[in-house]
């Protein structure tokens, strides 16, 4: 009989989570709690998330001990936690069962008449939040589960209804295998993650698994421009929906303008006009995914209209193209989450179509093995800006056993600096933008930082 949350919450047994205060584990916790599911955690800080799990009611340990397992009925556990863990060996000890996050949630996704999972090597975030708004506007009252703050819903997680779940879906550690979609959306795929994927074709093969977890009368939305994407649905026996800017997709941009970075076309379903689009979240990688939305909105039963008023409603999500302020001598500030090559190159590409001057990027990579794996393609996106300023590599979960160093990405990117601290990088800032420059910090660790130094 395989593991299920689902007998735990019906009996109301007090389930425990390791890492409670990452964006998946915080929701999984919310959603229990409305639940009147009693939940306990740990995690290594104490943050603005985990004082508000506290003040609904979980009982959170900033450290992980082994007691803290004892008395709970069930453990669930990030990707990221091993059976070294002292709660996961005492939980082992005492017979107590663990599961991973993303089963977790695969369990809870089954309630659901609808599911739409989001994947892709990018823009799932971005997608998931626009496919939340169009649900919205078509007063489905979706269940979400998003992987940034989204100001709509208030957080990373809505408690809706259970007609519809739309559900930002990871292939990382192939968590999004756990999953349940009835609509699964295949933004892109590239190489990424390569300290768990072997190289593309393992990518390919999950994404591959991936969609085989729709039933027969769902859907399968995949990228028409992606070959990798496409790949992974050649021969599938699956109703498939493709989109793209190519004559052949099914859904499709026509009548496309660009008004300073800022899309706005007509979208066309099987050559039927379906919704005409302004976007307010600039670049061409957003017309893509709003293509995508649209593919499996339709599909729904979304109103156009709907999809139209919550498209253009989207003003993005944090860390994402984030506008942060202005320097005190005019320079624009903005922050976004990109950490691939493809990503940088995208946003990269977006803030050259939006005339400022010049473009100053701070990066900080993310991951030693990430930095040697993608290092041409790191070089060749950082070239896109006019000043590149690197901080040192974030080290997330590695430690630097290659020997790698922002100073070597610095040695093949004209003009860049490497510096060794966010305080030396806005010092630079500052003496270096000019009132018409973007300033973008980018990364997807803490580099986010620096923003708020350079606008006081």
Known sequence: MALSIKPYIQNKERIHLIGIGGVSMSSLAELLLSLDVPVSGSDRLKTDVTARLEAMGAKIVYEHKAENVEGASLIVRTAAVH?????????????IPVMERAEAW??????????????????????????????????????????????AIGGTLRIGGKGCFVAESCEYCNSFLSFAPTVAVVLNVEEDHLDFFKDINDIIHSFRAFVELTPMNGL???????PHAMRCVDGLDRRIRTFGLNEGA?????????????????????????????????????????????????????????????????????????????????????????????????????????????????????????TKALFPEFVEALRLCDQAVLAPIYAAREQNTIGIYSSDLAKEVPGAIALDSFEEIAAYLRREAGPNDLVLTMGAGNINAVGPMLIK
């Open 106 to 151: 695969g369990h809870l996704m089954r309630d659901y008449e609808n599911v739409v999972c989001l994947a892709g090597t990018h823009g799932k975030t971005t997608s998931t939040s626009m496919m939340t708004l169009m649900t919205m506007e078509a007063q489905m009252d979706p269940t979400v589960m998003v992987g940034s703050n989204l100001p």
């Open 220 to 226: 399968v939305v995949v990228n028409g421009d992606d």
């Open 83 to 95: 059976d070294d863990n002292p709660e996961i060996a005492r939980a082992h000890a005492l017979g």
């Open 250 to 370: 099914n859904v499709r941009a026509v009548d496309i303008s660009d008004v300073n970075g800022y899309y706005r076309f007509t979208v066309l379903i099987d050559g039927a006009p379906y919704a005409k689009v302004e976007l307010s979240v600039p670049g061409r990688h957003n017309m893509l995914n709003a293509l995508a939305c649209c593919a499996a909105a339709e599909f729904l039963g979304v109103p156009g209209a709907a999809a139209e008023r919550g498209l253009n409603k989207f003003t993005g999500s944090s860390r994402r193209f984030q506008l942060v302020g202005k320097m005190p001598n005019g320079a624009t500030v903005v922050d976004d989450y990109a950490h691939h090559p493809s990503e940088m190159k995208a946003t990269l590409l977006t803030a050259r179509e939006m005339h400022f001057d010049r473009i100053l990027c701070a990066f900080q990579p993310h991951t030693y093995s990430r």
